[in-house]
């Protein structure tokens, strides 16, 4: 039992690392996608922001593919409860999924003015729509998602597909679209000659002082929200389901686990210090720089809305009771340990094809080289 505890926790932080990988990795390509009108005035500079993360763009996406993958198989009740819950919404993420690569592929296909200002509406659609979905679902969960289970642990949602965009959710949905436009800025800042790489590096400090901004408005709002707290879970002999715990609602229960521990306020110092450091760094021209503190600042926003849930992954607004909680919703010992094994394996290799990826097309890209070359977006 005490090893299961364990993997479920190890399960919970590898959680928050795919997540955080969403947030810096495909949101980089999503903020270039969201920029793409502004840094590129012309149909040659557009050409170039494309080209930049042209190459990359398509092996980011498995980060959405290893988040979707890990929650399906290490939290199965969660993952059928939100995507149920969530269906439309994550239909359209879907939709601007798959509307992203014809984009990328199919843009440059003819020289009609129309034909590729289409796509660069098509481009900064898809660009813009999952980042806002992305920050809205955490916005979502923090306020807990109305849905309760039956006996036979049949999952129904109670909300509607507008109330998933509730004000706090909104905000939430435009910190995550910030983030992403200073990782996209950052991104084309580094890789892209003047004038794309001069108007993307002040669009990634906008991005990121926005951000601060917003941070700093919800975290006051969080404040004054009602967070979950387990009171009591199943009795050890019993099995470990949302049918047997009794959770309460606190005033300012989100802020607990921080009034507990007071270290864990080092993890939106992160996102504060990464952010200001970064619009640093842009500002003495260090893009690749300002890029990792962005990613810094994704590990300290993730991070403190995890720590702020612990231990809820999935908490219940119409039936506190239901919650979805590490201890009621993981997967099986023998799937978690394989589990475990694939990521010591595949990890390293994501990680170094990645960044063998950067580095093979490290330099930049400037309107000479999309106009000569065969094989430029």
Known sequence: ?????????????????????IGAMVGMDMGVGTLL??????????????????????????WFILGGGAIFAAWPLVYATAFSGFYIVMLLLLWSMILRPLGFEYRSKLPSPVWRGVWDTALF??????????????????????????????????????WLFNPFAVLCGLMSVALAVYMGGSCLASGAED??????????????????????????????????????????????????????????????????HPALWLLPALVYAGLLLGALAHAIRRPILAWWLGAL????????????????????????????????????LVTLTWMVGFVVIFMPI???????????????VGVKHVETSDHAY
């Open 125 to 162: 659609l898809s660009g813009l729509l999952p980042m806002v979905v992305f920050g809205a679902a955490i916005g979502n969960v923090l306020q807990g998602v109305p849905f309760h289970f039956d006996w036979r642990l049949t999952s129904f949602y109670t909300g509607s597909f507008l």
């Open 350 to 364: 994501i990680l170094w094809y990645t960044s063998w990826a950067f580095w093979v097309m490290r330099g930049k």
């Open 37 to 62: 009108r502004y840094v590129g005035r012309t149909d040659a500079e557009r050409r170039v922001a494309l080209n930049v993360i042209g190459p990359h763009w398509d092996g980011n996406q498995v």
């Open 195 to 260: 004038p794309v790489g001069a108007r993307a590096r002040r669009a990634a400090i906008a991005g990121g002082l926005a951000a601060l901004v917003i941070f700093t408005v919800a975290g006051f709002w969080v404040s004054t929200m009602e967070g979950f707290k387990l009171v009591a879970g199943p009795d050890p002999g019993v099995p470990q389901t949302p049918l047997h715990q009794q959770v309460t609602r606190v005033p300012g229960g989100l802020l607990a686990n921080y009034a507990t």
């Open 1 to 21: 039992m005490e090893t299961y505890m364990i993997l479920l926790v190890v399960w919970w932080v590898l959680l928050g690392v795919l997540l955080t990988g």
């Open 297 to 332: 600042a994704w590990i300290g926003v993730i991070g403190t809305v995890g720590a702020a849930m612990f231990p809820f992954i999935m908490p219940s607004s119409s039936n506190p009771a239901h919650s979805l909680t590490l201890w009621n919703s993981g997967s099986s």
